[in-house]
């Protein structure tokens, strides 16, 4: 009796700790569609059937520590023995937002034949910067560690990321093999490197003529620029783009600020001869990629991409 007692306990420590921190709903699909629905009526939220090929696996845990546990969903495809990865970072400003609004994205992907991961990580009113980088990189080195559990090829992974998560997947893969941006604590074996960076509408550099990135950056960085200009420096991508950094595809809104320091990025890469590809979709707003007609095209631009990048041939892309 006193062991189930105690385990009880536990459980409910547990569950508590997990309710410590603050948690901003502001940024949601509902409450962005009726932001935009007046000055772009023709819209609509997307409504995607269910793939009897894809294999949806919800709440995995990919870390765990005294006061937190961390979680991903998983869309499988079952068709092939292994998968090209996609690692998908939600928007929201570094503060709000959660990993379920990329669901409909990973579903539609992994409809084409990949595994897609959608992942869950600690937000600026819980942790600063560098800790939600950790967070999506200890979710990449778990993957690749269960790679046979969900039917990926641990050498083929894309990180994909819509507004402050474009930032992060830009970060992510332009870091590949720096062990600072990497979780001391994680005692993994597994590397959190990435073979492409598909960036949807996230700032590559925070100090640039083109940003006006002002409170929220600050608030996730730990400070305004003239307090913490290591850390403005250090978070910017372009900062980090050289010889090693993967292929990257730009899908852009017509909002010039949320492509700040691209061009910059594209020049670094043309002169490694690292192919780059840029989509920018005209008319659209911030947020695209939740809604009709730019959550196809946001698909399409992927795949193809993709596609070319590993030279994929799976028919049900076209």
């Not at 502001?26 to 772009?40: E, P």
């Not at 990919?62 to 023995?81: E, G, P």
């Not at 600026?124 to 980088?133: C, D, F, I, N, W």
């Not at 780059?276 to 911030?286: G, Q, R």
Request: some cysteine; hydrophobic content about 35%; aromatic content about 12%.
């Amino acid at each position: 009796m006193r062991k189930i007692v105690f385990i009880l306990l536990c459980f409910s420590c547990a569950v508590n700790a997990q309710h410590t921190y603050s948690v901003d709903t502001s940024y949601t699909v509902k409450s962005t569609y009726n932001k935009l629905i007046k000055k772009y009526p023709e819209i609509t939220i997307p409504e995607i059937a269910k793939n009897e090929n894809v294999n949806q696996i919800s709440d995995v845990v990919y870390f765990t520590s005294k006061d937190r546990i961390l979680h991903l969903d998983a869309f499988v495809n079952n068709k092939q023995k292994q998968n090209l990865a996609v690692i998908m970072i939600h928007g929201g400003g570094w503060r709000s937002g959660n990993k379920n609004q990329m669901n409909l994205l990973a579903q539609e992907i992994a409809s084409k034949g990949y595994s897609c991961f959608t992942i869950e990580y600690r937000l600026s009113l819980e942790a600063k910067y560098p800790y939600g980088v950790y967070d999506v990189k200890n979710a990449i080195r778990f993957i690749k560690d269960n790679a046979k559990k969900f039917k990926v090829d641990p050498d083929k992974i894309a990180v994909l990321g819509c507004s402050s998560g474009g930032q992060m997947a830009a970060l992510i893969g332009t870091t590949n093999g720096i062990s600072a941006f990497d979780d001391p604590l994680n005692k993994s074996k597994s590397s959190s490197k990435v073979n492409a960076i598909i960036n949807v509408d996230g700032v590559l550099a925070f100090r640039h003529p083109e940003s006006s990135e002002g409170e929220m950056a600050s608030f996730w960085l730990g400070g305004s620029y003239e307090e913490k200009e290591e850390n403005w420096k250090n978070a910017s991508a372009l900062s980090h783009a050289d010889k090693n950094t993967p292929p990257i595809l730009f899908i852009n809104s017509s909002i010039p600020r949320f492509h700040a320091g691209r061009d910059d990025m594209i020049k670094i890469l043309d002169q490694y001869k690292i192919y780059s590809e840029v989509h920018t979709i005209e008319n659209s707003p911030h947020s695209f990629w939740f809604f009709q007609p730019w959550f196809d095209q946001t698909i399409d631009f992927t795949t193809h991409f993709l596609n070319k990048i590993f030279k994929l041939q799976h028919t049900s892309h076209y």
